[in-house]
């Protein structure tokens, strides 16, 4: 589909997964001010009770203490993974500025790489900051980053190699599944205090958000699947469906 539908249907969830990912961006780079501002933030008082919401509180401050460069170097690959991949769906960098589009797209896939790699020992690393016998609240979070973690170089590395191979409709397919895996930066921390304001259970602010990533492979999946002229464009500026799925 050579033109997407850019009605209000279309520019309203385009405008907020940009502006959801630009906020997102900057609220990570305070980890490389010095100090980093809310490291451990105050909790309200009714969950200042809870050991599993104090535990929460100290995992940022128990990493940049401890693991400090396998924080900065995850959230750093993150943060250029996230700006980066809302570049490669601009069709009119795609089109006028291939040479842009291809070296944003490599250096979205080193910050892929680096960010899943990272990520593997920071799954096991922030239960240091946990008391033992809260370990196994955590052990859903933990196994959730070490699937997550490969799965999300995987899927990027299918996006390269389609683009190498110049099979182009599936390479923007598989990159619209590979940023549905960086969002998930997003939607868990979006969805985790949600979870807590309707259940005032901090066990799902602890596990609620990131366990759920396979939702946002799902989500875009179905994105890439559905049909008509007005429901097939994907709510990410000028992403094309594979040829296989445009209406006819």
Known sequence: MATCYAGPMRKAPTALMWSLALVMCALAARYF?????LLHPELPPELAKEPIARAISGLAEHLYVHHRWTMLAHIGAGI????????????????ARPRLHRGVGLAYLAGV??????GVPLAFQFLGAVPPELHRVFYPSVVAFLVLSPTWVAV??????R?????????????????????????????APLF?????????????????????????????????????SVPVPGVDLPSTLKPS
Do not use: C
Request: net charge positive.
């Open 163 to 191: 683009a190498r191979q110049r099979r182009f409709d599936e390479h923007r397919a598989w990159m619209v599944r590979s940023y549905s895996l960086t969002f998930a930066a997003v939607t868990a921390r979006v969805l």
């Open 33 to 37: 001010l010095s100090p980093p501002p």
């Open 156 to 161: 990027s590395a299918m996006a390269f190699l």
């Open 113 to 118: 790489t680096l960010g899943g790699a990272t």
């Open 196 to 232: 807590l304001a309707l259940t005032g259970d901090p066990a799902l602010l602890a596990n609620g958000g990131i366990v759920l990533w396979p939702l946002n492979l799902a989500f875009a999946e179905w994105l890439l699947r559905r049909k008509g002229p007005a429901r097939a």
């Open 80 to 95: 250029g993974a996230m700006a980066g991949g809302l570049l490669q769906f601009v069709p009119a960098i795609r089109r």
